[in-house]
């Protein structure tokens, strides 16, 4: 089962950063983070994924605190493409299946 | 890089029908692929786990016998709706493990199937 907690739901403002909180308060040591979204009636998306540092690439931040009890998604200038439901998935670096919890829809708004 | 395909993409069949969906990994070797069912308004929720080569994992609660799944290459898993009927119309989506890349999954595009 999922073992992550994000709100339901966010707005944000286009071209303003778009930072969607997760609480993992019991990842265990070999955990890794991963996020995807899924637009309406598509596929998830792979975002980024993390284990300890903070990761950066062409389309999102990732900021895992320092205990790793928690993390954020950074999306820095949000569009409106950027409209979907965001997932946050814990998983053990042992090739273990994903299990989705209910993510965070966000909103860009215009 | 990394992506999968799904055929088809929607699907209307008659009560008592089978159906199979394919799910291909076109640019890279998955060793492992998963298939998800999506139900409106809900999270998607993990039906099983297929290996090249051996019998799929199936979650608690979903019937093998209903849902077959086949992983004969690298690169093809097919997931066979048999005796279809109006309850499993729902959105089918499948993934796939690229076999060098530790857990990130690729996902398909999704299967829409309407059993009337």
């Known amino acids: 089962d999922a073992k992550t907690t994000q709100p339901t739901s966010m707005d944000c403002a286009e071209g303003r950063a778009a930072n969607l909180p997760c609480n993992h308060s019991?990842?265990?040591?070999?955990?890794?983070v991963y996020w995807y979204r899924q637009i309406h009636s598509q596929g998830p998306q792979y975002i980024i994924h993390?284990?300890?540092n903070n990761e950066t690439n062409e389309m999102a931040s990732l900021i895992i605190t320092e205990d790793r009890k928690s993390s954020t998604l950074i999306l820095p200038h949000a569009t409106l493409r950027d409209t979907a439901v965001y997932y946050c998935?814990?998983?053990?670096?042992?090739?273990?299946?994903?299990?989705f919890g209910t993510g965070t829809s966000l909103t860009v708004i215009p | 890089g990394a992506v999968v395909s799904q055929h088809p993409s929607r699907v209307i069949c008659k009560s008592g029908t089978s159906v199979k969906i394919e799910c291909r990994s076109l640019?890279?070797?998955?060793?492992?692929m998963f298939w998800y069912r999506q139900f409106p308004k809900q999270s998607l929720m993990l039906m099983a786990t297929?290996?090249?080569?051996?019998?799929?994992?199936?979650e608690q609660g979903v019937e093998k016998d209903k849902f077959l799944i086949n992983h004969a290459s690298l690169t093809l898993s097919t997931l066979t709706v048999t005796s279809a009927h109006p309850e499993d119309s729902s959105f089918y989506i499948c993934?796939?493990?690229?076999?060098?890349?530790?857990?990130?999954?690729?996902f398909g595009p999704g299967t829409r199937l309407t059993v009337l």
């Open positions: 998935i814990v998983i053990p670096n042992t090739g273990n299946q994903f299990y």
């Open positions: 297929s290996n090249e080569g051996s019998k799929a994992t199936y």
């Open positions: 993390g284990l300890k």
């Open positions: 019991t990842i265990s040591g070999n955990e890794y």
């Open positions: 993934s796939a493990r690229e076999a060098s890349a530790a857990d990130t999954q690729y």
């Open positions: 640019d890279f070797q998955a060793t492992t």
